[in-house]
Each structure stands twice: as structure tokens, then as C-alpha cells.
């Protein structure tokens, strides 16, 4: 059985995307969670993740034995081992579009990533108030997104953004995340796009399991006062 190691749900954006593409797409896995506890060389999760990462990071995915780390490898990896569950869209153009998309988010999106880290169990509207009075980089990637999302859920008629659910929108869950915990403004039809992804099985699924976990960590979040 495939296996995926993965940090804490509550706020591994780079794990939540394989393990929700895999459970989404019904493939049978074992999820292998890595506590955080920091990220400096000696810490217990650097010693761990280090034990089957080159790199020491999450996620990693192990085919017995073989493993692939990265998010986008992992996603062209399972691509190619199950090509029956289509995880990239039908067509030669539309493939090439989510590929783009998937990389623009892979290295993009800096600006939202640095002020917004994802936190799911959390109610940061207050931070996000701040942060969308004070960060244009922030208000110019979300502006990239809803034109994004726009533009692809327009042209392929929905639900998802090429349709039927795909890598694209496995790539994309994880800023979903951060759009809702910290209460940043979108259009209705990007909110409803957000609230169809989350009610899909896999992102559900995920989300279940970081309300679950109940382990703080004070790294993690530099921005709350208290709990």
C-alpha cells in the first residue's frame, strides 16, 4: 500500500494537497503524520522526515520503498500509476492549463502565504483585517486568483476548475483554507467555488482531521495571542 507522510493537518499546507488528491480520488494510502515540533536541524521532526527525505521535508510519498517528495511530483507520480482516475483534466490544453496553474501555485503567491499561514482550526478574521488593510501584495494575489478561477470555472462550466475535480483543485484547497480561517474578501462566486471544494470528500475529510488534533504549536502561529 502506498504511503503518505505528512505533517500536522491543522497546518501543512504542502501535505494537505496529496492527501487530499489520494482521498478525493479514492486510492488507497496510509497517512504517516510527522509531528511538528520545529524546523531546525535536531528536532524531532527534522530526524523523522529525514529518515526517508533527501530533503527533510513533507510530503512524502513511499511506493514500497520508492519515494517521491515534492507536491507536484507526488501529483504527476499518482497521475501516471493510476491512469484511469484522471487526475489531470482530458485534453491536451486543458492539461497544459492546470499544469500552469499548479505551477504558478507551487512558487507563487508568496505575499498570501507569508502573512496568512495556513490554520485551519482558527477564526483569524481579525488578523485578516489587518492584514488586507496593510499588505498589497496579499490584495494583489487574491485578485490573481479570483481572476484565475474565474476565467477556468467560466470556461469549463464548472463545478471545479476544469470541470470535475482535478490536481488543480487539490493544488488550490490549501489556499482555500487561508481565504476562509482569516475572513478575506472574495466574490460570491469565488466564495461558493471555496465552500464546493471544502464539501468534496477529500478536502472534508482533511479538515475533520485538523479540527481533530488539538496540538498546538506556538511556532506555528506568531500571530495569536492566546487560545
Known amino acids: 500500500m502506498l504511503k503518505l507522510y505528512i505533517g500536522n493537518k ?7 494537497r496529496p492527501w487530499v488528491l489520494l482521498t478525493q480520488a479514492d486510492i488507497a494510502f496510509e497517512d504517516i503524520v510527522v509531528r511538528f515540533d520545529s524546523f531546525d536541524e535536531g528536532s524531532e521532526f527534522r530526524k523523522q522526515i529525514s529518515t526517508v527525505s533527501p530533503v527533510g521535508k513533507v510530503p512524502v510519498l513511499d511506493d514500497d520503498g520508492f519515494r517521491v517528495w515534492d507536491t507536484l511530483a507526488i501529483a504527476e507520480y499518482l497521475a501516471e500509476l493510476f491512469p484511469e482516475k484522471n487526475l489531470w483534466p482530458q485534453g491536451v490544453q486543458a492539461r497544459a ?3 500552469s496553474i499548479c505551477a504558478e501555485m507551487h512558487s507563487g503567491f508568496a505575499a498570501l502565504r507569508g502573512a496568512c499561514p495556513m490554520n485551519i482550526e482558527a477564526d ?7 492584514v488586507w488593510r496593510d499588505k498589497p501584495g496579499v490584495r494583489a494575489d487574491v485578485a490573481r486568483l479570483v481572476a484565475m478561477w474565474r476565467e477556468l470555472l467560466a470556461g469549463h462550466e464548472g463545478p471545479m476548475l476544469f470541470g470535475d475535480f482535478c490536481i488543480a483543485d487539490a493544488f488550490f484547497a490549501p ?5 476562509k480561517s482569516y475572513a478575506l474578501p472574495v466574490p460570491d462566486d469565488i466564495a461558493a467555488y471555496i465552500e464546493r471544494l471544502c464539501a468534496m470528500p477529500g478536502v472534508k475529510g482533511w479538515i475533520a482531521g485538523a ?11 506568531p500571530y495569536r495571542l492566546q487560545r
Open 211 to 221: 479540527l481533530a488534533e488539538n496540538d498546538f504549536r506556538a511556532f506555528e502561529e
Open 124 to 130: 483569524l478574521a481579525s488578523a485578516g483585517q489587518l
Open 97 to 99: 492549463r492546470a499544469r
Open 175 to 179: 489556499v482555500c483554507m487561508r481565504l
Open 10 to 16: 491543522n497546518y501543512s499546507s504542502w501535505s494537505m
